[in-house]
């Protein structure tokens, strides 16, 4: 098998894959726990149980980095969603959820057999979600005869890096006594997202997604009135598909090491999100989709120009990518032209000019044929 | 975690591929070029003189 080394001799534009990418503390631990079985050295017990004693001091931490009373890991943040649901929730019962929300959402909800009533975005250009229209959506259920069971807010989505006023929704569910879930997936280990300080009742984090973690993990984290109604998916008779393993586990242990420095930089990852939104709109034919200013550093563009250009290549959409990848450049989904995804977590200024003067070359080139 | 005792030629191993996951972070840092910047450079002359005074530590295990 060859060795992965994306990371190190391309700039990944991916953005599902910037905020997991591990620093070297991170692999120096995980590389030490590698053999199989590792994590059970001390223990002897069934194998997906996890053992509390080895985990107190990660629950520790991770409840006072999220301002939660307790966490609940598991494989992802959709088996965090589905373990919330069939917790609290029977089939049929309503909830209210963005329009911006993940499908892991929806497909957490439709498994359990849940009603959705999901709230439409602003549309072009920004596409945002009103923190208001949790309220409208409330009051319409109402005259209806029908009440939500849980809000779900995703705070940051993976479509446009909007970024939504957690504390406006959570006022809402307050007055109307509904519990609220946020989806921290693409912002909680990114940056500090505090559950008591918002004063909403639970929240889905990804290690993968959001806090440098190798592998899959999850969590879930609730506040006390809570934690009696979770079942814990690390319990012997719950089902399989639920918690995370160990060396995940060890991952996201190994990376909170590191989760004040990572934190700190926040502020220079938005601007430098910004920074790069500007030079490339000054390209022309490349416009930002989503909220403007970012709060974010996953950026939507919409692309005419290069859809243009592609109508002129053999190759079609597929030049992007691969003329990219020549000059050192991955991580935009192949054939794809009309809009790039990409996220500028992680890169330096440096890399992320060399990505723009990339682009500057591929609509000189079409134009001028220079 | 509980702490296991840890040799020190095990110590410097561990020291060393930490080390050298520190320069993975360079090249991450500076791809696709790896053209270091002056406080860059510096950066990696240390690590590097760091691993070679490792290397000496794991070269007793021969003699």
Do not use: C
């Not at chain 1, 631990?29 to 985990?55: H, L, W």
């Not at chain 1, 602003?122 to 069971?149: F, M, T, V």
């Not at chain 1, 939104?277 to 416009?287: A, D, L, Y």
């Amino acid at each position: 098998m060859n060795l992965r080394t994306l990371q190190e001799d391309y700039i990944d534009l991916n953005p599902l894959q910037a905020g997991g990418r591990t620093v070297a503390e991170t692999r120096l631990v995980v590389n030490s726990y590698a053999d199989g079985y590792a994590g059970y050295d001390q223990y002897s017990g069934p194998f997906f149980q996890i053992p509390r004693k080895e985990t107190a001091l990660l629950h520790k931490q991770l409840n006072e980095f999220l301002g939660t009373d307790e966490i609940f890991f598991t494989h992802g943040v959709r088996e965090a969603k589905v373990l919330l649901f069939q917790s609290i929730l029977k089939d049929g019962d309503l909830i209210v959820i963005d329009g911006n929300a993940h499908f892991s959402t929806i497909a957490a909800a439709s498994k359990l057999g849940l009603e959705i009533f999901s709230i439409k975005n602003s549309g072009s250009p920004d596409y945002k979600i009103d923190p208001r229209d949790y309220e409208a959506a409330i009051l319409q259920l109402k005259k209806e005869h029908k009440k939500p069971k849980l809000l779900v807010l995703t705070q940051v989505d993976g479509n446009y890096g909007n970024l939504v006023d957690a504390r406006k929704v959570t006022l809402i569910a307050k007055k109307y006594n509904i519990p609220l879930l946020l989806n921290s997936a693409y912002l909680a280990g990114r940056t500090r997202v505090n559950l008591a300080e918002i004063g909403a009742d639970f929240i889905v984090i990804s290690g993968h997604k959001s806090f440098g973690v190798p592998g899959h993990i999850g969590g879930l984290g609730v506040t006390q009135k809570w934690v009696d109604k979770i079942q814990d998916p690390s319990k012997e008779d719950k089902p399989w598909d639920l918690p995370a393993r160990y060396l995940a586990i060890v991952g996201l242990y190994a990376s909170l090491e590191t989760t004040d420095k990572r934190v700190a930089r926040w502020d220079d990852e938005v601007k430098k999100a910004n920074w790069f939104v500007e030079k490339m709109e000054s390209i022309g034919g490349i416009r930002l989709v989503g909220e403007r200013p970012k709060q974010h550093d996953l950026i939507l563009f919409d692309t005419p120009v290069l859809e243009k250009i592609a109508l002129t290549k053999r190759k079609k959409g597929y030049f992007l990518a691969d003329e990219l990848k020549k000059v050192g450049i991955v991580g935009l989904r192949p054939g794809q032209t009309q809009q790039i995804r990409i996220s500028t977590y992680g890169l330096t200024r440096e890399q992320l000019d060399y990505v723009y003067k990339t682009f500057v070359g591929l609509v000189k080139e079409e134009k001028y044929g220079i | 975690m509980a702490k296991n005792m840890i040799t020190n030629e095990t110590q410097t191993l561990f020291s060393m591929i930490g080390i050298l996951e520190k320069v993975r972070d360079l090249f991450r840092l500076t791809a696709p070029t790896h053209v270091l910047d002056s406080e860059q450079k510096a950066e990696l002359m240390e690590y590097l003189d760091n691993l070679k005074a490792k290397i000496q530590v794991l070269e007793r295990i021969t003699k």
